[in-house]
């Protein structure tokens, strides 16, 4: 009996619909629930602060700015007399961000990171332009794993804010190899001065040993020039 | 046995305050009319919630839950908001059609309450045909998605009328025999008294339990009403994903708002009659008959809610294949068996 | 008395149409409610992907790539580590191979709960696309917590994987396979053998196994016409040899089929990712020599590498003049060519009929366009 079996693999599916009629939904109530973000998830891009000091944990080494495939990071540090970095303008765009994490992977000083926050919605894109101070204080409550080596100076000395600042910039500045060093070396470098190397071997370490090479921007204006390019290009393909 | 005596006390009361003839008659009317159309409005508009909360369920989600409790005025709210919307008449249209198709859609719906009792006494007018008529007003309902998909001039709004047109004109058929069996049971085509012969008995006495003619009729009408009430499995005429809306694709506002409240009475409307001819009516005990109609009623309306939320969609010729092929043949042998065994005095 | 005068009528269906499936537009020559002629018109999400990647370095292109077929953006991942690694001769660590078979089998398990949820929506019935995404849900979190984001990935890297799992990955993982096994019960008894859905699948849309190898159709719809092909199988990459499963192929290449055959290829995959987090071993996720994002330089050299993704091949086409940015980079979509088939398996069919073929080849629309 054909007609009889249909009939009855008809009820079989309203069994099924009917039996969820009971069950729980898997749902949440956004505003009130929210869910538990896992703690690699990629959201909103922040700077990190050092956690004792509380100042940024950024060198300006522009690797992040490099290695971002749609120019959604903006740095603008030029060098004072004293031939060092001031950071003048870091600005992220959060409408051009792919939220692919390479600038985190990039950075050596556990600068910049994606963190597992996603209500930064606006009314307006310009707002999503971020600025260094908000990149900051996003990223203040962001936990982090500090892979940078730590100065045992740093730590016995209280030393004040801005002269650890500057140290951390000299010490930046200081550790400049040439371009062609830049090429040979693909793995770490323990015999740099700088605190480049990964030192603490946690979860993130393997990611993190990708990047591994110093960086030096203003050594290679011509890099600067192939990135305003492909910015270029960029903005056409999205056109 | 009807609202009348609401209605004649209603024309007194106005006779002792002055007005004469014919506008207390027309008030009483008026006020009748009123509260009829007042209930099935709020029926429909508790039903578009209801539906939404069972979709939901079905699907584990919760459905609408920001207004009130349970988001239970959202249907309010969402009419409120229909009501704001600008009304979009693209300048193509057939002006006259384009306008009066919901309203028409509208209208239809609401025109079966003449004679479907909620309850004991609680019926504007128990008409000797009462069933017949029902099965003639209903079929408005076809002309104003003809003319919502004529006036619209669209191509996806008229082959959503067109298939609404045949698909209705076809169901009908089978529907309307399946209910002439259940009037060869009762003997009588008034709405009160089919109800009235299933009393007692505590349900033994249904219509459905009749063996086999009444479950047969029941599976009959009940797939013929699915159609009729346009819904899934049988909704081709708006299948949002091969015709995007069909027949409403270019209403917006309010008018859209008279289609969707017609879809949902009409959706009561067929659950009504399944009760009344197939579950013993307002009949039941303790409870006050009209509670009894109307739990009896959403328990049918579940039912169709169900297959909504389950079934996939048929094809539109394969629509017209089950009807004509299927169920044409079944509701005939149906109702002749049933005839027979009526004549014979057999007792079932 | 002369015949009724009738005319054939053009419909747009699309961009914008519910079940075009993103942006496709179709031109219908219809004759009442059947089609005559059916011309898909593509090009309306075209984003210049392959063109972007030529200004990026060879680790940029990977997160570009991920919009390329972002409902598996594991394949889109891979495909394209696999043909940096064949140019350059990369040895992928035991570890990575594991995990890479791992996330892609889930990524194909995920495409295809999505095609159960949206086919049997354009067939009209609503509830197995919650059901579908409910269980698709799983996967997602599996990867989100892996590698960070829940859609475009960049997780699998030239030379490996991003991140190693984390230590909670592979209990969750198993507990998901486990619940998709069970729920895959009631998909199909939802489904399977309802009638309505029988008669609306069975015998539409016939490819014939001649029509589907001359337009280039791979994958699902080649294998539910009966040409048992999976490049998985066929020409192996990765560890795909060391598993034990089977190609499950069908016969009648309808509607029908290509649903089946889906969820046939489920089971499969289950199978895979049940024998991969069996075997998976501890060691690197990255190769010795790491690979930098920004001064990573394959040696020149035109290489083409491809991979069985949910939708058939995915194939990436890598020219390399040994400087850091790929001198061309073309991608193949299965997507594109099942496309291109629509038409012929679209003979005097009705509309409804129409929209069932086109879920049924489960075509996504960014992989057509780029």
């Known amino acids: 009996m054909g007609v009889l079996k249909d009939f009855f693999n008809l009820l079989k599916g309203m069994t099924i619909t009917g039996k969820h009629l009971g069950r729980r939904a898997v749902t949440i109530q956004y505003p009130e629930q929210k869910m538990q973000m896992f703690e690699r998830s990629r959201g909103v891009v922040v700077l990190l602060s050092d956690k004792e000091t509380g100042d940024l944990n950024c060198t300006m080494c522009m690797l992040c700015m490099r290695a971002c495939p749609t120019a959604a990071i903006y740095i603008d540090a030029p060098r004072d007399e004293n031939k060092k970095r001031v950071l003048k303008e870091f600005k992220v765009d959060h409408a051009l961000c792919c939220y692919c994490g390479l600038c985190e992977e990039a950075c050596n000083f556990s600068a910049i990171k994606l963190a597992n926050k996603y209500e930064f919605s606006t009314w307006d894109i310009d707002d999503l332009v971020w600025d260094v101070n908000k990149l900051q204080d996003v990223g203040r409550d962001v936990p982090y794993v500090d892979t940078r080596k730590k100065k045992p100076a740093a730590k016995a000395a209280a030393k004040p804010a801005e002269k650890k600042a500057d140290d951390k910039k000299s010490a930046a500045d200081g550790a400049k190899p040439s371009a062609e060093e830049n090429k040979q070396s693909e793995g770490d470098k323990p015999s740099e001065p700088k605190a480049t190397d990964t030192a603490a071997a946690d979860k993130t370490a393997p990611a993190k040993d990708e990047k591994a090479v110093d960086s030096s921007p203003d050594e290679t204006p011509e890099s600067d020039e192939t990135r305003r390019s492909a910015d270029d290009d960029t903005k056409k393909g999205d056109a | 046995m009807e609202l009348y005596p609401v209605f004649m006390w209603l024309h007194d009361l106005l006779e002792s305050t002055g007005i004469g003839e014919p506008w207390s008659t027309i008030i009483s009317y008026g006020f009748l009319a009123v509260t009829v159309f007042g209930t099935l409005s709020i029926l429909a508009l508790f039903l578009v919630w209801w539906e939404r909360k069972i979709a939901g369920h079905i699907q584990q989600r919760f459905g609408p839950m920001r207004t009130g409790w349970h988001g239970w005025y959202q249907t309010i709210m969402d009419a409120v908001k229909l009501l704001q919307k600008e009304d979009i008449r693209i300048a193509t249209r057939d002006k006259a059609v384009f306008f009066w198709a919901p309203v028409v859609c509208f209208v239809a719906a609401y025109l079966a309450y003449v004679v479907i009792p909620f309850g004991e006494n609680l019926i504007v007018a128990d008409l000797n045909v009462g069933i017949l008529y029902i099965i003639a007003v209903t079929t408005f309902t076809v002309i104003s998605l003809l003319m919502a998909g004529w006036g619209s001039n669209n191509k996806y709004a008229l082959l959503g009328g067109m298939r609404s047109a045949a698909q209705v004109v076809s169901y009908e058929v089978p529907m309307a025999v399946s209910i002439l069996t259940v009037i060869v049971f009762a003997g009588s085509l008034s709405m009160v008294d089919i109800a009235n012969a299933q009393q007692g008995n505590i349900i033994f006495n249904w219509f459905i339990f009749k063996p086999p003619f009444g479950i047969i009729a029941f599976l009959t009408y009940i797939t013929a009403a699915t159609a009729e009430a346009n819904r899934t499995p049988f909704d081709i005429p708006e299948a949002e994903q091969e015709l995007v809306a069909g027949y409403n694709v270019e209403y917006s506002g309010m008018k859209f708002a008279m289609f969707f409240l017609a879809e949902f009475v009409n959706l009561f409307t067929v659950s009504a009659i399944a009760v009344t001819l197939f579950f013993g009516g307002w009949h039941g005990p303790l409870l006050p008959s009209w509670i009894w109609f109307l739990l009896k009623t959403f328990a049918v309306i579940l039912l169709l809610m169900l297959f909504r939320w389950t079934f996939p969609r048929l094809r539109v010729d394969q629509l017209m294949e089950f009807a004509w092929k299927f169920l044409v043949p079944l509701t005939f042998a149906n109702l002749i068996l049933a005839g027979w065994f009526k004549y014979a005095g057999w007792h079932w | ?370």
């Open chain 3, 1 to 370: 008395m002369s015949a009724l005068r009738t005319e054939e009528f053009t419909v747009n269906m699309g961009p914008h149409h519910p079940s075009t499936h993103g942006v496709c537009r179709l031109i219908l020559t219809m004759d009442g409610e059947k089609v005559v002629k059916v011309e898909p018109v593509i090009g309306y999400l075209h984003r210049a992907l392959e063109k972007i990647c030529e200004n990026r370095t060879y680790v940029q292109c990977i997160p570009i790539l991920d919009r390329f077929e972002y409902v598996t953006a594991m394949s889109c991942n891979y495909v394209f580590a696999l043909a940096v690694e064949k140019l350059a001769e990369i040895e992928v660590p035991e570890r990575a191979e594991y995990i890479r078979v791992i996330m892609l089998e889930l990524n194909r398990i995920a495409s295809h709960l999505l095609f159960y949820g949206v086919t049997a929506m354009d067939i009209g019935a609503l509830t197995p696309f919650l059901y579908g995404l409910r269980e698709r849900e799983l996967i997602i979190d599996l990867f989100e917590m892996t590698c960070g984001q829940r859609l475009t990935y960049n997780y699998i890297r030239i030379g490996g994987v991003a991140r190693d799992l984390p230590p909670e990955f592979v209990p969750k993982c198993r507990e998901a396979v486990k619940i998709i096994t069970d729920k895959l019960v009631d998909y199909e008894g939802l489904l399977n053998e309802n009638p309505i859905w029988k008669v609306r699948n069975q015998g539409i849309g016939y490819l014939s196994p001649e029509d589907a190898i001359a337009y280039g159709v791979s994958g699902p719809v080649l294998r539910a016409s009966g040409v048992e092909y999976d490049i998985r199988k066929n020409d192996p990459y990765s560890i795909y040899d060391r598993f034990d499963f089977n190609i499950p192929t069908h016969q009648n290449g309808d509607c029908y089929d290509r649903y089946l055959q889906r969820l046939a290829e489920i089971k499969e995959s289950l199978k895979i990712i049940t024998q991969a987090l069996d075997g998976l071993p501890e060691g690197e996720i990255q190769p010795k020599k790491k690979i930098n994002a920004i001064t990573y330089k394959p040696p020149a050299g035109e290489v083409y590498a491809r991979v069985e993704n949910s939708r058939g091949e995915l194939g990436v086409y890598l020219i390399s003049d040994g400087s850091t940015k790929p001198v061309r980079v073309k991608t193949r979509g299965g997507s594109y060519n099942q496309l291109q088939a629509l038409p012929i398996m679209v003979n005097d069919c009705l509309i409804a009929d129409l929209v069932a073929i086109f879920a049924s080849l489960d075509v996504i629309m960014p992989e057509v366009d780029r």
